[in-house]
């Protein structure tokens, strides 16, 4: 049972335009959300979180949305650039229970020139 | 600061064997979570270590296990390895907040052949 779905394995995006990563979750007890990004070879590396009292979160170039009544968020990057070409994984907790932090498998980030 | 430490970087085992991963959290950092990842399945989560006490555990089978010492380091063992346990073992820390998610390390690579 997946508990969060991003249900794009890949998506590719012209440098400078918008890209916009999506991410659907199925458990309404999530209340804070969190994006990930990942080099080959590297580890994931924190990016950008929300929670749920908020639907939007902005972090220079990086901005996550949260339609709670939807249990979707999307991570928008404007503009993209050749640099952030990863693997972008979506992820989701329980603030008041515990610190397991529930992925999503991953969306790849092409940004082409 | 330093980062998570994982060691070793890349392990090459045999069916039927176990194997000891190590990771090194950053300092102050309480929490130790372990995940695998493989190309199919994203991010899995294993377990979490809290003040050398097992907080979480994932949906593995019970030949994965780990323990964390007084200083916060923590180790995973694998017995009777199989085929399908190559994967990448990653390890994250953190505070036991939210507030930043966790930062990773970069992974131990795991063959069993």
């Known amino acids: 049972d997946q508990q969060v779905k991003q249900n794009s394995p890949s998506l590719s995006v012209q440098e400078g335009r918008i890209s916009i990563l999506n991410c659907d979750y199925t458990n309404s007890m999530f209340d804070y959300f969190l994006w990930y990004k990942k080099y080959p070879a590297e580890g994931p590396t924190f990016l950008i979180s929300i929670s749920s009292i908020k639907d939007k979160n902005e972090d220079g170039r990086f901005t996550v949305f949260l339609n709670k009544s939807a249990k979707h968020l999307s991570l928008h990057i404007v503009p993209s650039q050749p640099g952030d070409s990863a693997v972008y994984f979506c992820a989701a907790s329980y603030m008041n229970r515990d610190d397991k932090i529930i992925f999503g498998k991953g969306t790849r980030l092409h940004i082409l020139p | 600061k330093a980062g998570v430490t994982q060691t070793p970087r890349y392990l090459i085992k045999t069916r039927g064997q176990q194997v000891t991963l190590s990771c090194s959290p950053i300092?102050?950092?309480?929490?130790v979570s372990w995940y695998q990842q493989t190309p199919g399945q994203g991010l899995q989560f294993l377990f979490e270590?809290?003040?050398?006490?097992?907080?979480n555990k994932g949906n593995f089978p019970g030949r994965f296990s780990g323990r964390q010492f007084s200083n916060s380091r923590s180790e995973m063992n694998v017995s009777t390895l199989e085929l399908g346990d190559s994967a990448l073992y990653l390890c994250?820390?953190?505070?036991?907040?939210?507030?930043?998610?966790?930062?990773f390390g970069s992974g131990t690579r795991l063959t069993v052949v």
């Open positions: 300092s102050g950092h309480r929490s």
């Open positions: 270590y809290f003040s050398e006490t097992q907080r």
């Open positions: 994250a820390s953190s505070l036991g907040d939210r507030g930043g998610g966790y930062t």
